[in-house]
């Protein structure tokens, strides 16, 4: 489990997983990312946990060709749930893609 950063008041019901990812050349909507514990159980990124961790939005910013974002996600998922595979949009009209975390 990931310690909660002090400043973080918004309550999550379980543990809350988090995963850094760096994205280059394409769109990205945080809220349109997905983990899947080894169970098949889908979650949603938690956006508010999200925008805590980075106040200064970067997260949310337009990633132009060649540029990158270095963002964490963080999902609410119940104890002893463990994440498998992540499933990263470019928008929420993406059929997506699967990147095992395991």
């Known amino acids: 489990m990931v310690q909660r950063p002090a400043e973080h008041h918004h309550h999550l019901t379980g ?21 899947f514990d080894t169970d098949d159980r889908k979650f949603g990124n938690d956006t508010m946990a999200t925008i805590v961790l980075q106040p200064d939005s970067s997260v949310f910013e337009e990633i132009n060709p060649g540029n990158t974002v270095t963002a964490q996600l963080v999902f609410d998922m119940p104890e002893g749930a463990t994440a498998d595979r992540i499933e990263l949009h470019d928008s929420m009209f993406s059929g997506g893609a699967d990147v095992a975390l395991r």
């Open 15 to 35: 543990g809350d997983p988090r995963t850094e990812r760096v994205v280059t050349s394409l769109g990205f909507s945080p809220s349109d990312q997905y983990v």
